[in-house]
T-cell receptor, first 114, second 109 residues
Framework: NAGVTQTPKFRILKIGQSMTLQCTQD?????MYWYRQDPGMGLKLIYY???????DKGEVPNGYNVSRSTTEDFPLRLELAAPSQTSVYFC?????????????FGPGTRLTVL | GQNIDQPTEMTATEGAIVQINCTYQ??????LFWYQQHAGEAPTFLSY??LDGLEEKGRFSSFLSRSKGYSYLLLKELQMKDSASYLC??????????WGAGTKLIIKP
């Protein structure tokens, strides 16, 4: 089991460029999440998905888009990168959204927008 | 609104005991998690409490009081490798995880 994998590990973008952050999990989890974490701050939920074909906005969705065509993959798209999107992005997954919804995290993608 | 409060930073000595507090105000409660996050790494699961009382797991223990909206993480026999951030997270009535900003724990020899 690789768990949750993310690519790339690091990326530098210019303002206005676009990119896709990839996330894959091999634990057959239904629920997947995208978070951003700014220095010294907690995790902010961007988008989440409760299963293939179903996505919903989290706390800070502006400037991002997601899709969930398969159970395994949950890519995050940045269309017009802005300096405010400089952050560390974590993808996570969990088996079910109930009281015990332990989330398993990928290693993160460190994104800088200049 | 929903809010989770933790101290920003704590310092402790190797071999000692430290208690990290977490208070929460959320729309409903369905469990509380503690995660450990080393610098530059992803959060990893430490403990889970859904009923009042103390859960012990080796050198780490976690306590919950639902009536007070309060939890603490107790770390005993501190080791240098325990230097990390500790994140408190609460599952609300919609089964969403609400995260605290984390407590950075610095261990001194």
């Amino acid at each position: 089991n690789a768990g949750v994998t993310q690519t790339p590990k690091f990326r530098i973008l210019k303002i206005g460029q676009s990119m896709t952050l990839q996330c894959t999990q091999d634990m057959n989890h239904n629920y997947m999440y995208w978070y951003r974490q700014d220095p010294g701050m907690g995790l902010k939920l961007i988008y989440y998905s409760v299963g293939a074909g179903i996505t919903d906005k989290g706390e800070v969705p502006n400037g991002y888009n997601v899709s969930r065509s398969t159970t395994e993959d949950f890519p995050l798209r940045l269309e017009l990168a802005a300096p405010s999107q400089t952050s560390v992005y974590f993808c996570a997954s969990s088996y079910a959204e109930n009281s015990y919804n332990e989330q398993f995290f990928g290693p993160g993608t460190r994104l800088t927008v200049l | 609104g929903q809010n989770i409060d933790q101290p920003t930073e704590m310092t402790a000595t190797e071999g000692a005991i430290v208690q990290i507090n977490c208070t929460y105000q959320t729309s409903g409660f369905n469990g509380l998690f503690w995660y450990q996050q080393h610098a530059g790494e992803a959060p990893t699961f430490l403990s889970y409490n859904v009923l009042d009382g103390l859960e012990e797991k080796g050198r780490f223990s976690s306590f919950l009081s639902r009536s007070k909206g309060y939890s603490y993480l107790l770390l005993k026999e501190l080791q240098m490798k325990d230097s990390a951030s500790y994140l408190c997270a609460v599952t609300n009535s919609n089964y969403q995880l609400i995260w605290g900003a984390g407590t950075k724990l610095i261990i001194k020899p």
